[in-house]
């Protein structure tokens, strides 16, 4: 597909473009309406995709979950392994700027499947939680309190490490915005074991000394818009001497993981890319 056309859809999907000017805007790339429309299905999402671990998988349990966050109920999405042997690490999975969708699920029944607990939490939770419609739940990120969204996950590690069969150890991978997150948990969080990021905002440079998990960054060679902070966010992690490892996939798109986004979406690099992840995870927090 035109580059240009995923760049557009790109914009949309992070900035405050209203869904009329991006129609409009799509129309001009395409030519003519109908086949606006006709792309339009292969930028966004199908949640029919979005099952690759069922619910009811015979090696995992899930369930929905509370927990008291920085003055609001956090809501959340546990997977867990059923039969635990021992003690286990355990992983907070942070969504795109969608809210919590059932790819995120998914992607908590995988890591569940791992051998690890996996917490997907709301982070719209203080508004009611994620609501059915896509553009409703982007404009409520504009709302949220940075301060208190970030003490609302970081409670979230106090959950997991609160359970039963928890050895203690944390770590958490976020896309887009979850991996700006994810980012941000790891300047945040001393006692973070790990933290990944998929093709998130780079935190300040000056924050990064502060980083004491393992870092493992995944970025797709064509987003332009979140690779540009890269050379910084490097340069500062090295003089740091914090651990990292740092991929950038040549030819993927932003959101190159997300399997229910068929123009973005790429199967090698997302395996490639996950199979580091549960890597860093055995390293870190088994």
């Known amino acids: 597909m035109n580059q ?23 129309v001009k790339l395409t030519g003519s309406t ?17 099952a690759t671990i069922q619910e009811n998988d015979e090696d995992i349990d899930v369930s929905d979950v509370t927990y008291e966050g920085d003055g609001s109920t956090m809501k959340a999405y546990l997977a867990q392994p059923k039969k635990i042997k ?31 607990y996996a917490l997907a939490v709301d982070a719209l939770s203080p508004f009611g939680g994620t609501p059915e419609n896509e553009d409703e739940a982007r404009d409520l990120f504009s709302k949220i309190d940075a301060t208190k969204n970030t003490n609302n996950f970081l409670k979230g590690f106090d959950y997991l490490k609160s359970l039963p069969k928890s050895n203690g150890k ?19 969080s001393p006692t973070l074991n790990s ?22 960054l995944h970025y797709g060679g064509l987003d332009e818009r979140i690779n540009a902070g890269i050379p910084a966010y490097e340069a500062a992690l090295k003089a740091a001497g914090t651990k990292y490892e740092l ?27 996950w199979e580091a992840t549960l890597r860093v995870f055995k390293e870190t927090i088994s």
């Open 34 to 50: 109908v086949a606006a429309l006709s792309v339009l299905p292969l930028l966004e999402v199908n949640y029919a995709n979005a």
């Open 195 to 216: 933290a990944v990021a998929y093709y998130g905002r780079q935190p300040e440079v000056a924050d990064v000394p502060k980083i004491k998990a393992k870092v493992l």
């Open 4 to 26: 240009e056309i995923i760049n557009l859809f790109d914009e949309y999907t992070h900035k405050p473009l209203s869904r009329e000017d991006f129609i409009k805007r799509l």
């Open 86 to 116: 021992g003690k286990i690490g355990a992983v907070i999975i942070i969504h795109e700027n969608r809210g919590l969708n059932p790819h995120t699920k998914d992607v908590a029944r995988r890591v569940a499947k791992a051998g690890y």
């Open 247 to 273: 991929y950038v996939y040549e030819g993927a798109q932003h959101a190159f993981n997300n399997d229910t986004a068929p123009t973005r979406y790429n199967a090698e690099v997302a395996k490639k890319a």
């Open 170 to 188: 944390t770590s958490c991978v976020g896309f887009c915005w979850g991996g700006a997150l994810a980012n941000q948990l790891a300047v945040n």
